[in-house]
């Protein structure tokens, strides 16, 4: 995968949680217990698709600007958008992506727990 800074990226986000979903073979990244991003697997473990959420005008729009993003693997076509981990997505724009993913999640969370999730301190593991 091209990627490989996406997993410190997306942990170093207050809140972030990320567990294995073993069913679906796939690496979730979620934010107050609901999904924002996931690192779908392929049945050798290695990454197939980097799976995220956009506004659906956004995810249109850029679905057809590259080959690279297509509408979600596997979830809803509107709302999620899978990238090729090994595609020609610029790094930059994949943070974006990621970003906004982000963003649109925390936001649909309830009052208390964004209120919550603001408040916590941030761990960082780098050596």
Request: proline share 4%.
């Amino acid at each position: 995968m091209r990627y490989g800074w996406i997993d410190d990226y997306l942990m170093e986000k207050k809140g972030v949680t990320k567990d294995f979903k073993s069913e679906w073979n796939w690496i979730r990244y979620q934010i107050g217990g609901k999904m924002f991003a996931a690192i779908c697997l392929d049945s050798d473990g290695k990454p197939h698709y980097i799976t995220l959420k956009l506004e659906p005008s956004e995810g249109e729009f850029l679905r057809g600007q590259y080959k690279d993003i297509i509408p979600g693997y596997y979830m809803n076509k509107v709302h999620w958008n899978s990238v090729n981990p090994d595609g020609e997505v610029p790094d930059g724009l994949l943070r974006e992506m990621l970003d906004k993913s982000y963003l649109l999640v925390f936001n649909g969370l309830s009052k208390k727990l964004r209120e919550e999730i603001s408040s916590q301190q941030l761990v960082c593991s780098k050596v």
